[in-house]
């Protein structure tokens, strides 16, 4: 069998992986120990609870799916860490390490491209390859915790990608993620963010999977929300804060709102203000976070000074906020800028 018509484990549930190993004539307990090594890292090959035997049986139809690590980027200014995967066939997606107080962190993609189209994005430069599958997603954690000799313990789902238009995989992604079986990682220990895909905020907040939901709004105004993020345009705020409210209503969670500060774009008093407004019955927490530059794009941060202005009037207003803390500034850390260098490189050789 070809290496590409064969099944990738990490993409099976436990109840998946038993009836796969009963197929193959293996006894079904066969199947957790499988499922706990892949969770460390380790291939077929090297699964030795099983026979030679099996595990030549195991090969000829199945591989690991663990993704191939292509690049590491380490950051010189703190602990953060880049890495840059290779999937099967050959597509490209990134995640980063990063080191905080409580422990370690993952953000890892969801996919492998985006669709949304947010004119400030790295993503948004490079053509739409596909969505990951659940194996994917979660063998970057798997992959990062071998390569490193950590266990990760947080996860934050804002890499690559717009995780609510990859919905099923992700689904199953979390619960095979937050199933003891699995990495056994608490959903409050796992962010996910999304620039507003309504529907599927309400599916979310019913899958008794409370993550916390991360909403990208950057501006509390449809029109201009909706020229810098098309998604708008579908789902406007009114809906989106609809969707929101749900959500804290299901799962008891707070929301966190993404805010890009864009100077001259969202910086002002006039979008502080309407923000507090727009926010002032959620339970929630803003996040304010320069822009990062992406060539092209022809937007600037906000300077030190203008950003503390934009936190203080929300505060006034009762809205808590924080400046998030930049990691790995050095290694094109923030979302989709390695893999856009790494492909434009290579398209222009
Ligand atoms: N599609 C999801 C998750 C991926 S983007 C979402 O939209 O939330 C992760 C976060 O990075 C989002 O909040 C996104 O708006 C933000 N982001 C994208 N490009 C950025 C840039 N150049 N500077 C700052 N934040 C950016």
Do not use: W
């Not at 591989?63 to 690590?69: T, Y």
């Not at 937050?178 to 309504?198: Q, Y």
């Not at 990208?216 to 909706?226: G, M, V």
């Not at 727009?278 to 941060?301: A, D, Y």
Request: hydrophobic letters at 40%.
């Amino acid at each position: 069998m070809g290496e590409d018509a064969k099944i990738r484990l990490l993409d099976l549930d436990l109840t998946e992986l038993k009836a796969f190993v009963r197929s193959l004539n293996m006894p079904e307990y066969r199947a957790g120990q499988i499922m706990g090594r892949l969770l460390i890292g380790d291939d077929i090959e090297n699964i030795t609870t099983l026979s030679k035997a099996d595990r030549e049986r195991l090969k000829e139809a199945a591989v690991s799916g663990i993704p191939e690590i292509m690049l590491v980027r380490e950051s010189k200014l703190d602990e953060t860490v880049k890495f840059l995967f290779k999937l099967y066939d050959g597509v490209l997606v990134e995640c980063v390490l990063m080191k905080y107080n409580y422990g370690y962190s993952v953000c890892v993609s969801s996919q492998a491209g985006c669709r949304m189209g947010c004119k400030f994005c790295a993503s948004s430069g490079i053509a739409f390859s596909r969505d990951l599958t659940p194996g994917e997603i979660l063998g970057q954690i798997i992959a990062v915790n071998k390569f490193k000799n950590i266990r990760i313990g947080h996860i934050v789902i804002m890499g690559i990608g717009e995780p609510l238009d990859n919905y099923d995989n992700i689904i199953k992604f979390l619960k095979i993620v937050t199933s003891p079986d699995g990495l056994n990682i608490s959903a409050r220990k796992i962010s996910l963010s999304t620039c507003g895909i309504v529907p599927n905020i309400f599916r979310l907040a019913g899958e008794n999977i409370p993550v916390t939901l991360s909403v990208s709004l950057h501006n509390p105004f449809d029109e201009e929300r909706s020229e810098i993020m098309p998604v708008n345009k579908r789902f406007p705020l009114d809906e989106l804060f609809a969707a929101c409210r749900e959500y804290v209503k299901i799962t008891g969670r707070r929301v966190t709102f993404e805010y890009s500060l864009i100077a001259g774009v969202n910086d002002s008093r006039r979008h502080a203000g309407e923000l507090a407004r727009r926010l002032s019955h959620l339970q929630c927490h803003v996040n304010l976070i320069p822009v990062n530059k992406v060539t092209g794009t022809g937007f600037e941060r906000p300077d030190r000074s203008a950003i503390e202005r934009f936190k203080g009037y929300l505060e006034e207003k009762g809205i808590e906020a924080t400046v998030r803390r930049e990691l790995g500034r050095d290694i094109s850390a923030a979302c989709g800028q390695l893999r856009k260098s790494v492909i434009t490189e290579e398209t222009q050789q």
